[in-house]
């Protein structure tokens, strides 16, 4: 706080007290009735005869009105509010605050205790342990994977039984752990709108449907042989060493959805030409140049 501020505050708290305590000290000290013909009225009358006494005000009001004064003379000696003054107490939010937080990390830390050194194996019959990855789940995880892990569009579906990067503990964790950047590079203009039509019905047809135009599904089916399989795999089932991704699944139903992007044969070529619905109309998609300069060598 600027000192012009510090004096303002300081100025304006003590003359606002001061008033007060005079205010309460000038109004209550009223004179005394001197008029033996009754208690003193402010001369104000209403309705021909009725008259407003000048009483003095009650004991117990004005003994709470200067309570409040001591109290708040007392506040400001002991909390911040007096300007620049700490308050004799040291009391700050900002403490307080941090405080509240340390005990959170304690109290976390000491739920956290019981499941150390547990394998994953005896985590997940734990039902304890359940219930806290539970709720850190939802705290974190969900935004993206949906509150039932079933996925989103663009965010994969955790509770289906493949999952890309593996199903292991050891690739669980080491998903969680440091993050996947599988990216698919836009094949939009490496490919050409027409040929991506062509490959998005192949694909289509990798679920076992049958593709909405089967002479284009044909054509595509070598595209993809040359250009997709070194990542998807021949058939689509997913290449966990090269960034899998199967995309030869059938969609049983909303919950069980595995496509990310596309269902239909249309929005799937849209996720072929600009992966994720990002904006690539323009030039090349940015840093994932050199698996697309490897894959444009076998364009058909
Ligand atoms: C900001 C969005 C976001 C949040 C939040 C998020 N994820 Fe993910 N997650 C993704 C995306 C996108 C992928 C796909 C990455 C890829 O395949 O390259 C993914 C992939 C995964 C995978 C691998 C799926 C597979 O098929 O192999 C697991 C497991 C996973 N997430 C678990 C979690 C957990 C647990 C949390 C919470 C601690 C979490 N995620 C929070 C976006 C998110
Ligand atoms: C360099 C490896 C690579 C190549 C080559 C590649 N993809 Fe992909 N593809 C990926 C990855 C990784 C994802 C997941 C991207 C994501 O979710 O961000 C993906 C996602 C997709 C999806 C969306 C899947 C879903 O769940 O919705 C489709 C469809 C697809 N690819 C089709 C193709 C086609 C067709 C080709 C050939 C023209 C191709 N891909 C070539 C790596 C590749």
């Not at 579906?157 to 890309?164: E, H, I, K, T, V």
């Not at 292991?168 to 998903?175: G, P, Q, V």
Request: with cysteine.
């Amino acid at each position: 706080m600027s000192t012009f501020w510090n004096l303002w505050i300081v100025g304006f708290v003590t003359a606002n007290i001061i008033f007060i305590a005079w205010l309460l000290y000038a109004t209550s000290s009223g004179k005394k009735s001197d008029q033996p013909a009754g208690p003193e009225t402010t001369g104000h009358i209403w309705d021909g005869d009725l008259q407003e006494y000048n009483n003095p005000l009650p004991r117990w009001w004005l003994a709470v009105f200067y309570a409040s004064i001591v109290f708040a003379i007392l506040y400001l000696a002991l909390y911040p509010g007096f300007g620049n003054f700490k308050g004799l107490l040291g009391w700050s939010a900002t403490n307080e605050l941090q405080g509240q937080e340390a005990e959170g990390r304690l109290t976390t830390a000491r739920v956290l205790a019981k499941f150390d050194g547990k394998s994953i194996a005896e985590l997940a019959a734990d039902p304890e342990a359940l219930g806290v990855a539970e709720n850190l789940f939802a705290a974190n995880c969900t935004a993206c994977h949906g509150a039932d892990a079933h996925g989103n569009k663009g965010f994969p579906n955790l509770a289906r039984p493949d999952l890309s990067w593996g199903r292991s503990e050891a690739a669980i964790l080491a998903t969680i752990t440091a993050g996947r950047q599988g990216v698919m590079p836009a094949w939009k203009d490496i490919l050409g709108t027409e040929s991506v039509t062509r490959v998005a019905n192949y694909v289509y047809s990798l679920s076992g449907r049958p593709a909405p135009d089967i002479t284009a599904a044909a054509a595509g089916a070598q595209t993809f042989a040359t250009t997709c399989a070194m990542c998807h795999g021949a058939t689509g089932q997913g290449n966990l060493r090269s960034w899998a991704h199967p995309i030869s699944r059938v969609d049983t139903g909303s919950m069980a959805a595995h496509w990310r992007q596309s269902k239909n044969p249309l929005a799937m070529a849209g996720a072929i030409k600009c992966p994720r619905g990002e904006n690539c109309s323009g030039s090349k998609k940015s840093g994932y140049s050199q698996p697309t300069s490897t894959v444009s060598r076998h364009l058909p």
